[in-house]
């Protein structure tokens, strides 16, 4: 305070060097200097206006007094003053109090005191300047001034002068008239379902919709693409955001949405401010749009582009994504992390198409949801309820997909937060997103949390001084973080390789991607599964089933690659070479079986029974147009060659032997005994 109102010192000297035009009238010349000089003078706020000048003539001095209005509102004893002679030289400038308040309560300034140069107060940009009153427990109301300062990624906040001696009083978050209240979910309507009333916070002023500092929401207009949205959601007569929520599928229209994600993302993104001090800007606010009521099941951050602003959307169809604070808490983690860190989604190697960075994401958005609501359990309501209080380990979990693998690393952060606490967590964790590699993948992410616990509690030890607010942190952090990595596979090698074990009738699932999610090129999934022959194994036979989308509704695409003795080998093509439709890579496999086969033996034909000890690998790729497809697989074990598979009614796979082996089918290689044998050998298996 007492720097800005020294600068304000050096203004006003500056300003009496000034004269004002000759020949006006006193008073046309002292008000047009002061509006030449607004901002010197603090008046540089919308709607400041002057009043009507009190003038006195005093040894040949013309004293001009003009009271300041704020939007036709007195700013209370506030008032600038200007001597002027009879040339029309200004000789003096004041901005300050009258000192008086009415007749029988006095309040001079003390002589010499600065403070009386209060209009320098109001010269913050952008800043506005409102009369008001504050509550002091022993005087009961005093006359204030109140200053609402936005200060560039922060917390806006309002000083209050005493409008009587212009000493500051205090300083308050923003607030000018009370929070309405709002209607919300605590958590989501099957944890929670009372409805709770919370006070909105941080609303712009006159808080009659739902945007503040911190997120601006409103419903889509067009509920299919929602290129625009406008607020639907308004204040009854008291002020007050209060409806009812409608559970029903295919609600587009309802207010109760728009309140729920007001008050969650603003809750998580003030936090992140005040926590971090972390200054994200969405196209250069700390408010980020939000959008409720479109037709879709899923929510989504989008980091927007030099066309569209960032914003998150929630989905309306049959559940309403809005409802779920972890929904909330995860999309704005995406605001968290891609404000810092930007990343490839998948990286290519020989093994298939690597998700590891798009796991990562999803993972420190997981832990920004659970970290922030203290509970593990995330999305609740939505039907993709995952928790982070799990054993998942690599690489057995991996499903070749980010908020799949992304439930190994929020139960590994889960884990450390239990074990070291969750301040020391949250500051861990939001260090290491400003120098993890864009390409880390899962033992650089647990090296980089690391080697930030390490930091923090290097800085905690140098001193309080420089401790910065986290002085609980230990050395020993680091090592926790190493060991639950380690619990959870992320350090081995066949994790890093994605090579997931396929034990006797362990089922399995992957996620795959078509060409409408793949530039229109077909890719390879994300890992490969691994069979490992015992004494007794000599063969094996996959049952794998479409599982998304409905089988009956779209045409299945994706193809089988197995080889033996060694993974899969991929080579990835130059994009540039690659057609629309056509595979982005080939493929160096003993077996690849098109047409999205159901049953895949192995050996088959004329290849060797499997060894003991031999591993088998087997990649999906994709073909089809599907955005994303789901595929299950099982391993049987075989102890003898399997019956061969007919066409007899039951679904046929055409099989061809690559890498020198013999071409041939299944029709050709065994006896076509027909489905009755078939029938036969799979419920033998399946028993
Ligand atoms: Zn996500």
């Given at each position: 305070?007492?720097?800005?109102i ?5 203004a ?7 004269t ?7 008073e ?7 509006r ?8 540089d ?9 009190s ?5 040949g ?13 007195p700013?209370?004893?506030h008032?600038v003053?200007?001597?002027?002679d009879?040339e ?6 004041t901005a ?12 001079p300034c003390?002589d ?14 952008p800043?506005m ?14 006359p ?5 300062v ?8 309002s ?6 001696s212009?000493?500051?009083l205090?300083?308050q978050p ?5 929070d ?7 958590e ?13 916070q941080y609303?712009?002023?006159?808080k009659?919709?739902l945007?503040?500092?911190?997120a ?9 693409t929602?290129?625009e949205?406008?607020?639907?959601a308004?204040p009854?007569?008291d ?10 599928p ?5 207010p109760?949405?728009e309140v729920n994600a007001?008050?969650?993302i ?8 005040d ?16 959008k ?10 989008y980091?927007?582009?030099?066309e ?9 169809d ?8 972890d929904?909330?808490?995860h ?7 891609r404000s ?7 990286l290519?190697d020989?093994?298939?198409m ?8 999803e ?10 609501s ?5 999305n ?23 908020h799949m ?9 889960w ?13 861990i ?10 390409n880390?993948?899962?033992?650089d ?7 930030s ?6 800085e905690a ?14 050395a ?5 973080i ?7 596979g992320?350090?081995?090698e066949e994790?890093l390789?994605r090579l ?5 009738g362990?089922?399995?699932?992957i ?16 890992l490969?599964?691994?069979i ?6 000599k063969?094996f ?9 409905d089988?009956?509704e ?17 080579t990835?093509l ?6 629309e439709?056509?595979d ?5 496999a ?21 060894e003991?000890g ?24 075989l ?5 061969p598979?007919?066409d007899?009614g ?13 071409s041939?089918?299944?029709?050709a290689?065994?006896?076509?005994d027909?489905?009755?044998?078939l029938l ?5 298996i399946?028993?």
């Open positions: 305070m007492m720097r800005l020294s600068a304000f010192i050096t006003l000297a500056l300003l009496l060097a000034a004002a035009r000759a020949g006006d009238n006193p046309d010349s002292a008000r047009r200097f002061v030449g000089h607004a901002s010197a003078l603090g008046m706020f919308p709607q400041a206006t002057l009043g009507d000048a003038h006195s003539v005093h040894l001095q013309h004293i001009l007094s003009f009271p300041v209005f704020h939007r036709d509102l700013v209370f004893f008032s003053t200007v001597q002027i009879d029309g030289r200004v000789l003096r400038v300050g109090t009258n000192g008086q308040i009415d007749g029988d309560t006095v309040h003390p010499g005191e600065p403070a009386r140069d209060f209009a320098h107060m109001l010269d913050l940009n800043s300047v409102l009369s008001g009153w504050l509550r002091d427990p022993e005087e009961g109301l005093i204030a001034i109140r200053v609402d936005h200060p560039f990624a922060r917390e806006p906040y000083i209050y002068l005493d409008a009587r212009l000493n500051p205090e300083t923003l607030m000018w008239t009370a309405p209240l709002g209607s919300v979910f605590e989501n309507p099957v944890t929670t379902p009372d409805v709770q009333t919370v006070s909105l609303l712009n002023e006159p009659d919709i945007e503040g500092a911190y601006h929401v409103g419903r889509c207009l067009d509920a299919e929602c290129p949205t406008e607020p639907t308004f009854d007569d002020g007050n955001f209060i409806f009812n929520p409608h559970l029903g295919y609600t587009l229209n309802d109760f949405s007001y008050h969650n603003s809750r998580i993104n003030h936090w992140a401010r926590t971090f001090g972390w200054e994200g800007l969405f196209q250069g606010n700390t408010w980020i749009h939000v409720v009521g479109q037709a879709w099941y899923n929510a989504a951050f980091g927007g582009n030099d569209i602003a960032a914003y998150i959307v929630f989905g309306q049959v559940i309403d994504f809005a409802y779920d604070a929904v909330a808490f999309e704005f983690g995406h605001a968290i992390n810092i860190r930007s990343h490839p989604w998948y290519r020989a093994y298939g690597d998700v590891s960075p798009f796991g990562i994401e993972g420190f958005a997981d832990i920004w949801a659970t970290t922030y203290g509970d593990p359990v995330m609740s309501y939505v039907l993709l309820t995952r928790t982070a209080d799990n054993d998942l380990v690599c690489p057995d979990d991996l499903m070749s997909e980010g693998e992304a439930r190994i690393l929020a139960g590994f952060g884990d450390v937060r239990q074990r070291i606490g969750a301040h020391a967590w949250n500051h964790v939001y260090r290491t997103l400003h120098f993890l590699e864009s880390a993948v899962f033992d992410f647990v090296e980089a949390l690391a080697k616990a390490e930091d923090l509690a290097d030890l140098a001193g309080p001084a420089n401790s910065k607010g986290w002085p609980e942190m230990e020993g952090f680091a090592d926790i190493m060991e639950e990595g380690a619990t959870r992320l350090f081995d994790c390789r997931v074990p396929l034990p006797d362990t089922p399995r699932r996620y795959g991607y078509g060409r409408d999610r793949t530039n229109k090129r077909n890719r390879p999934t994300g490969q599964w691994k490992t022959g015992d004494d007794d194994t063969a036979r996959l049952y794998l089933a479409w599982r998304y989308p089988p009956d779209v045409e299945p695409g994706y193809r089988v690659h197995i080889s033996r003795g060694h993974p899969v080998e991929v990835w130059n994009v540039d070479d690659v057609e439709g056509e982005e890579f080939t493929v160096t003993d077996l690849t079986v098109e047409a999205s086969p159901e049953f895949v033996d192995f050996p088959v034909c004329g290849l060797a029974p499997l003991e031999e591993n088998v690998y087997i990649l999906i790729s994709a073909n089809t147009k599907e955005r994303i497809f789901v595929v299950d697989v099982e391993a049987f074990y102890t003898t060659q399997p019956p598979l007919t007899g039951l679904p046929t796979v055409s099989v061809a032997a690559a890498g020198g082996g013999p041939c089918n299944h029709l290689c065994g006896s076509t027909g489905a009755q044998s036969a050998a799979i419920s033998q399946l028993q």
